[in-house]
């Protein structure tokens, strides 16, 4: 699985927008970028996901770099209740496994009021 | 509703004993799938299962077993616990099972073998 990097940490003040980065150099042709988070003490949450072109929804946007080595997740306005860890995942569009989600660190997003 | 709920959510066990986790989902979808969060806070799959096919990690002891009594369910069962098996365990369910699915996470269950 290609994977991706991600800075550890990361801070924002509320209601500010936040941006976190994540490179994925090696993605191939096929590979959806997912972003989920993980509030503390709770299970992970779908963000949003693209593949090739930029992607809104409610929860945030999505952008992602015209090679496809890199993509933003854009939160807008950063709430209290955004602090979470954030994960950047790779999903491959083959094989008997291309549903299953590989983790890596994430990055921590600390909002301070 | 909680459309993906695990029960218990705190497990506290012996080593050497067996032990089951449940999990449900209500959302009517095809593949549920067990992920393991340790410690140091790392997720890992563990299983995925849809009626067709279960796909199961390699680094996964075979004292690990997924049982699907329906569709809606796929329990843990873990035999002879280890001290190693103290972590987070996270179900999840999606409609396919592909690159595309959205997985819908349970609130995790903390077992904790002393």
């Known amino acids: 699985d290609a994977k991706t990097t991600q800075p550890n940490s990361m801070e924002s003040n509320e209601e500010e927008p936040v941006h976190l980065p994540c490179n994925h150099s090696?993605?191939?042709?096929?590979?959806?970028i997912h972003w989920y988070r993980q509030l503390p003490s709770q299970g992970p949450e779908y963000v949003i996901h693209g593949l090739t072109s930029n992607v809104n929804n409610r929860m945030a946007s999505l952008a992602i770099a015209e090679d496809r080595k890199s993509s933003t997740l854009i939160l807008h306005r950063a709430t209290l209740r955004d602090a979470a860890v954030y994960y950047c995942?790779?999903?491959?569009?083959?094989?008997?496994?291309?549903?299953?989600?590989?983790f890596g660190k994430g990055t921590k997003l600390s909002v301070k009021p | 509703d909680t459309a993906v709920s695990q029960t218990p959510k705190y497990l506290v066990t012996q080593m050497g004993n067996d032990k089951s986790i449940k999990c449900e989902q209500n959302l009517g979808h095809d593949t549920m799938y067990w992920y393991k969060q340790d410690s140091k806070k790392f997720l890992k799959i563990m299983f995925s299962y849809n009626n067709k096919e279960l796909i199961i990690n390699e680094t996964v002891p075979n004292r690990f077993s997924p049982k699907s009594p329906d569709k809606a369910h796929l329990n843990l069962h873990i035999n002879s616990l280890e001290l190693g098996d103290s972590a987070v365990y996270f179900c999840a369910s999606s409609q396919g099972g592909d690159s595309t699915d959205t997985q819908y996470f349970g609130p995790g269950t903390r077992l904790t073998v002393l």
């Open positions: 090696t993605i191939s042709g096929t590979d959806y």
């Open positions: 995942i790779l999903r491959a569009n083959y094989g008997g496994s291309q549903g299953n989600l590989i």
